[in-house]
């Protein structure tokens, strides 16, 4: 008889997260040439320096019991714990230490409303039936890996469902580590998943991973932290055959993000790199992702293949980026926004794409793709941009109803290398306005805008000429792009 599923809710870190998300006032792009083109929109505040600044997971190494893991069964020293074969089940609060090896069995938390930490010590565990580590009922749950240990956790192909914890109509649990409530995955040593069956690692509440080296390879999605997922001072490597990281809540548009700040991550997935429901924000991290098999396969209308994908917002504060992707290498359907960082971004789609507004405020990109950037507001003030694309270098095209295209560029060093053929290195379905900065153009057409083109400021070359206006190569065509969405979700 399985037990009653239950339905509690435990969002410790909401209170954190709503004292930083702030409501932005209007956004305006090329404001100051053209009213036409004002919008207003949302954005999300950067929680990743919040993030950061905050204290590092520890715990109490004073262990409530001690489980030793000797292939077939365990021995216990201690309170909480009930062994039966092959199954170790813990039912009350505290430290629960583990090493040895389980060869085919599992760990169950069913501690209601109890805090719990699994201090993984040298723990080999796998089971072919259902989850290695399975917290079905806890407050919250911490599996903590000790430093100087290495551990594994490894599920079968197939799950049973057969014991009273799991549901196949449910599909509880659906990964090597599974956890229905708050998990944290913390400490100094290092754990290695394999997902066989479906996914590596998944919360159906919040997922935080700080200060730990961590391998998953997954079947299906690598890390997935269902209301939020935070990724704090770790080393993570991902191999999934579906998305690499990812948070699904789709209900509440408070959650359903992901946050990751100082921290190195590799990360390879048939599908997306990572993907949010609602907002990614990145901070002082080392990230190497491949989406969809990289830039030299075609991606799939029916599958998203994007090194970074994000439902509302993305931000970037620092770091270093290398994307290869079949897909966008950036995507929102709101507002990416860079302040600095060096991104080399290799697609066979857009570098950067935005539906709405894309602002970059300083950073050094290499960008290789059928197009660079890609917004209804594309605003650059500061950076140094090279981009070479078979398309379009620059695509300010009409995604948002209501708003008009524009490209502003107020700074930096820009440098544009164009394929031949009915190709343009910046073009807009509205306006262009260069009021700083210096922009190297070579290629068949300099600029293609169907509104304005204006030249306040800067140094503008194109095939080596420099400008004293901005020529719109095809005045009066203005064909441009105007859908340039990938034509995947």
């Known amino acids: 008889m399985l037990k009653r599923m239950k339905n509690t809710k435990i969002f410790k870190f909401i209170p954190i997260i709503l004292a930083v998300l702030l409501a932005a006032g209007a956004f305006s792009a090329c404001s100051k040439k053209s009213e036409s083109t004002q919008t207003t929109t949302t954005a999300t505040t950067s929680a990743a320096e919040v993030l950061a600044a905050g204290s590092d997971v520890t715990v109490d190494e ?5 489980i030793t893991l000797n292939g077939s069964s365990a021995t216990v020293k201690g309170e909480g714990v009930k062994v039966d074969g092959a199954t170790v089940l813990i039912t009350a609060g505290g430290t629960f230490s583990i090493s040895g090896t389980l060869d085919d069995g599992s760990v169950i ?50 799950y049973t469902y057969k014991d009273s914890y799991s549901s196949a109509a449910e599909e509880e649990p659906n990964a090597c580590l599974y956890a229905k409530d708050d998990l944290t995955v913390a400490g100094s040593g290092s754990l290695t998943v394999k997902g066989n069956f ?12 700080e200060n730990v080296t961590l391998t998953v390879t997954a079947k299906n999605n690598g890390i997935n932290g269902k209301d939020f997922l935070s990724v704090k001072k770790a080393t993570l490597k991902v191999t999934a055959g579906g998305d690499a990281l990812r948070s699904t809540n789709d ?12 921290s190195k991550l590799t990360l390879t997935a048939k599908e997306d790199g990572m993907q949010a429901q609602t907002y990614i924000s990145i901070a002082s991290s080392q990230m190497k992702i491949s989406a969809g098999g990289g830039s030299s396969v075609s991606a799939s209308d029916d599958v998203s293949s994007k090194g970074i ?5 993305i931000t970037v504060k620092g770091g270093t980026y290398v994307i290869d992707a079949s897909d966008d290498a950036m995507h929102t359907n709101g507002n990416i926004t860079v302040s600095d960082g060096t991104f080399t971004l290799t697609t066979a789609d857009d570098g950067i794409h935005a539906d709405n507004s894309l602002t970059i405020d300083g950073g050094t990109f290499t960008i290789t793709g059928h197009e660079g950037l890609e917004a209804t507001l594309i605003t650059i003030n500061d950076g140094d941009i ?34 031949q053929g009915d190709t343009d290195a910046i073009d807009s379905n509205g306006n262009v306005i260069i009021n700083g900065g210096t922009v190297n153009i070579t290629g068949q057409s300099g600029f293609d805008y169907d509104g304005t083109g204006e030249l306040n400021g800067g140094t503008v070359y194109v095939n080596g000429e420099k400008q004293t206006a901005l020529a719109n190569q095809f005045a009066g065509g203005g064909m441009g792009d105007p859908g340039g969405m990938g034509g995947r979700p």
């Open 62 to 66: 004073n262990a409530t019991a001690t």
């Open 109 to 158: 938390v069913d501690a209601d409303g109890q805090n719990v930490t699994l201090l993984l010590n040298g723990a080999n565990i796998t089971c072919s039936y259902s989850s290695a580590i399975y917290v079905y009922n806890a407050k919250s749950a911490t599996v903590y890996v000790k430093e100087g240990t290495e551990n594994t956790l490894s599920d079968g192909s197939t």
């Open 198 to 209: 479906n996914n590596g690692i998944v919360s159906k509440d919040t997922l935080q991973i």
């Open 251 to 262: 209900t509440d548009t408070a959650l359903g993000y992901i946050v990751i700040a100082s």
């Open 309 to 313: 994908k994000a439902g509302t917002d």
């Open 386 to 419: 090279t981009i070479a694309a078979s398309d379009d270098g620059m695509n300010a095209a009409q995604k948002v109803s209501g708003v008009t295209p524009c490209v502003e560029i107020n700074g930096g060093k820009i440098t544009i290398n164009m394929g």
